[in-house]
T-cell receptor
Framework: GAVVSQHPSRVICKSGTSVKIECRSLDFQATTMFWYRQFPKQSLMLMATSNEGSKATYEQGVEKDKFLINHASLTLSTLTVTSAHPEDSSFYIC??????????FGNGTRLTVT | GENVEQHPSTLSVQEGDSAVIKCTYSDSASNYFPWYKQELGKRPQLIIDIRSNVGEKKDQRIAVTLNKTAKHFSLHITETQPEDSAVYFCAASRAGNTPLVFGKGTRLSVIA
């Protein structure tokens, strides 16, 4: 079945540094990928919609200059958390849809900012 | 935009009993309603989904019902087992490449 690979699975960084998270669709082309964030004991909240070859669409309250999204190919989207702060510590999950409605999720990235 | 409400937030049942989780949605154009199970520290796993042209769907111990008129859908787990303990999320979306909007989740505990 369709697989979405997300890396890294865990990352610890110092405050003020940047972290890049990759999301790849391994066996299908994803013109659209979605980035979600999940704080502890909370639900998944959509951060942005990543469109191949164009600018991402950000949800209200998500800083586009802080969370840089690049979707350069049909199989790769990246999320870069710039100048990370402890409040950015969270579980970040990407998802993608090939044909049909079924969304495939990556394994998620647990970001800890110290 | 879509808003999904999910109840209850926590649910404890005895092993063997049934569990029911309910969700409502606001966007009448939504037509895809999946349910996800998330274990601690892991990604959500799709357990069952239903589309708007179907009123009920069943897969072994799990069933989902949909009432489009009332804009609510429910997850039913029968003969619960300890391994069913997890957080369950409902979600809704429109057709095509539109994102899922998730409910706040239900923490299900099955007591042996």
């Amino acid at each position: 079945g369709a697989v979405v690979s997300q890396h890294p699975s865990r990352v610890i960084c110092k405050s003020g540094t940047s972290v890049k998270i990759e999301c790849r669709s391994l066996d299908f082309q994803a013109t659209t990928m979605f980035w979600y964030r999940q704080f502890p004991k909370q639900s998944l909240m959509l951060m942005a919609t990543s469109n191949e070859g164009s600018k991402a669409t950000y949800e209200q309250g998500v800083e586009k200059d802080k969370f840089l999204i690049n979707h350069a190919s049909l199989t790769l989207s990246t999320l870069t958390v710039t100048s990370a702060h402890p409040e950015d510590s969270s579980f970040y999950i990407c998802s993608a849809s090939g044909t049909g409605l079924f969304l495939h999720f990556g394994n998620g990235t647990r970001l800890t900012v110290t | 935009g879509e808003n999904v409400e999910q109840h209850p937030s926590t649910l404890s049942v005895q092993e063997g009993d049934s569990a029911v989780i309910k969700c409502t949605y606001s966007d009448s154009a939504s037509n895809y309603f999946p349910w996800y199970k998330q274990e601690l520290g892991k990604r959500p796993q799709l357990i069952i989904d239903i589309r708007s042209n179907v009123g009920e769907k069943k897969d072994q111990r799990i069933a989902v019902t949909l009432n489009k008129t009332a804009k609510h859908f429910s997850l039913h787990i029968t003969e619960t087992q300890p391994e069913d303990s997890a957080v369950y999320f409902c979600a809704a979306s429109r057709a095509g490449n539109t994102p899922l909007v998730f409910g706040k989740g239900t923490r299900l505990s099955v007591i042996a």
